[in-house]
């Protein structure tokens, strides 16, 4: 199989639809998390299935997918992108990208992708040229500190986002929070960084940045 594509629509997270394994559906609000892939094939690549071994880990509102296997180019590029397919839980599929003139050559690859996804799906779907694998999410919990209340109030909104710098991961955080005060229109939203860092390691062998936000209303 081999296409040609333009750019990738990502579709986003329901978050306040129900999630059943198995069980797709229409799914029309806006993303939760921005999709940390590249939206397609390089200028001069063809893009086709590839075939790759996966592991799945839940980090909060995060899915991190990871692919491993053996290229037949060094030239050629692997990625993962969120399914065109309209459908709740979000699929996804794993490319090859291959330029026009690629010396064989065989190239071991490891590649991780995150993006936004339910929090109740236990599994998620990847497509490639194997057909469709039904993949177990792990969950990855960390040790996270409470969130600081404001001069004896109540603690403000925060999120924790991930991504592959800090900018994504800040982005991601801020779009998992809300963007105008409960029964307010017109509110001024700041968005406070509380932490970041980078977390490396560990068996499934994260290396990924997070950034630690929280959101006041004037």
Known sequence: MNRQSGPETPFPLAASLPAAAGGPSIWPFPPLIPNSSISGPPPGYSESYGRAEYRAFRLGRALLIQAWGTLSSV?????????PLKIYPPQFDFWVYTPQFALPALK??????????PAGAPVVVIHDADGHHTV???????????????????PPPEEIGYGKSFEAAFAAAVA???????????????????????????????????????VTFS
């Not at 030239?75 to 399914?83: F, G, V």
């Not at 071991?108 to 996804?117: A, D, Q, T, V, Y």
């Not at 509380?194 to 290396?207: H, V």
């Open 75 to 83: 030239s050629q590029i692997p990625d993962i992108r969120q399914s």
């Open 108 to 117: 071991p690859f490891k590649l991780s992708e995150i993006f936004g996804f």
């Open 136 to 154: 177990e999410i792990e969950d990855l919990a960390f040790d996270e500190r409470p969130a600081v209340a404001l001069q004896g109030g109540t």
């Open 176 to 214: 998992a929070l809300p963007r105008t005060a409960p029964g307010s229109a017109d509110g001024l939203a700041t968005y406070r960084l509380i932490e970041s860092g980078l977390r490396r390691g560990g068996f499934p062998g994260i290396d990924l940045h997070y950034a630690r936000v929280d």
